[in-house]
């Protein structure tokens, strides 16, 4: 079963606009939530993190938003630039398994 | 400071035929991971090495999959025989300790004819 699922394979967004990219999960007992982001023919890289006692982390122009009641987390880029055109994938781990569990990935297009 | 290194890039085999990858990890860096990435799909962890003992092994098909990390630096990922469905990306990654920020390597893309 998908433990953590990114339903939109892709999205297009204007340079310069808010980027929204969304995550749900299953588990309950995930209490740790990542983006990574990654472009072809790369590995992903860290992008950014956020623990289950926080409900939102930002870094620059990124944001991630966590709602546990809904096991909803979603990345806000802003504003967006053409060098964020890459796959994202959410991951979600509980600490005590002390392994990642990746969604799908979703496709972010920035056009100029 | 050199990330992980992985090598082949890409491999092309015919099913049944063996193949292996290797990894080098960051310096210094305990945790070490091997990851399959399927087309359209997020990576899956096949097995996690803490220095030389793997630690969690659950996901990793061992039948036909075996790796080692010999020393606790390098790894190796082999898979023998090949079967069509083995083709993806097979990923390596590596952190300084515990499994937060886990560092990848570009992957190596194998295609099972």
């Known amino acids: 079963d998908q433990q953590v699922k990114q339903n939109s394979p892709s999205l297009s967004v204007q340079e310069g606009r808010i980027s929204i990219l969304n995550c749900d999960y299953t588990n309950s007992m995930f209490d740790y939530f990542l983006w990574y982001k990654k472009y072809p023919a790369e590995g992903p890289t860290f992008l950014i993190s956020?623990?289950?006692?926080?409900d939102k982390n930002e870094d620059g122009r990124f944001t991630v938003f966590l709602n546990k009641s809904a096991k909803h987390l979603s990345l806000h880029i802003v504003p967006s630039q053409p060098g964020d055109s890459a796959v994202y994938f959410c991951a979600a781990s509980d600490q005590g398994a002390q392994k990642l569990v990746f969604g799908q990935g979703t496709r972010l297009t920035i056009n100029p | 400071e050199a990330g992980v290194v992985q090598s082949p890039r890409y491999k092309i085999i015919e099913k049944k035929q063996p193949v292996a990858f290797w990894c080098n990890p960051i310096s210094g860096h305990n945790t070490l991971y091997w990851y399959r990435q399927n087309l359209g799909q997020g990576p899956e962890l096949l097995i996690r090495?803490?220095?030389?003992?793997?630690?969690?092994d659950s996901q990793l098909p061992k039948d036909r999959f075996s790796a080692e990390r010999l020393k606790g630096v390098d790894s190796t990922l082999k898979i023998q025989p090949a079967e069509l469905g083995d083709s993806a990306v097979y990923l390596c990654?590596?952190?300084?300790?515990?499994?937060?920020?886990?560092?990848f390597g570009p992957g190596t893309r194998l295609l099972v004819l």
């Open positions: 956020i623990s289950s006692i926080k």
């Open positions: 990654a590596s952190s300084l300790q515990g499994w937060e920020t886990q560092y």
């Open positions: 090495y803490e220095n030389e003992e793997a630690v969690d």
